[in-house]
């Protein structure tokens, strides 16, 4: 049997005061509909990090999986870059 394939986002670290949880702001350029001009739109997503290793402003990968908890349907496959 074989998995789907999963999604995977790349963004940053905005929160890590949770327990085993962070959450990871997503940046995309989307074209307004009317205007043209190209905006600026952030999703949060909540993702399980069980290591805890993560701190705020770390860039992450995050894949999606089953529900964990209410809002956590994500969960860190790998910390890209550290904090400066």
């Known amino acids: 049997m074989e998995r789907n394939l999963r999604k995977e986002r790349i963004g940053l670290v905005v929160s890590n005061k949770m327990a085993k ?7 995309r350029k989307v074209k307004h509909p009317i205007y043209g001009k190209f905006v600026n739109k952030t999703t949060k997503f909540v993702a ?22 209410k809002t956590k349907r994500w969960r860190l496959v790998q910390i890209i870059e550290r904090a400066k």
């Not at 949880?21 to 940046?27: E, G, H, N, Q």
């Not at 399980?48 to 908890?69: A, F, H, N, Q, Y």
């Open 21 to 27: 949880t962070i959450v990871v702001a997503v940046a």
């Open 48 to 69: 399980e990090s069980l290591d805890e290793s993560c701190k705020e402003g770390d860039t992450v990968r995050i894949m999606e999986t089953r529900p964990l908890s």
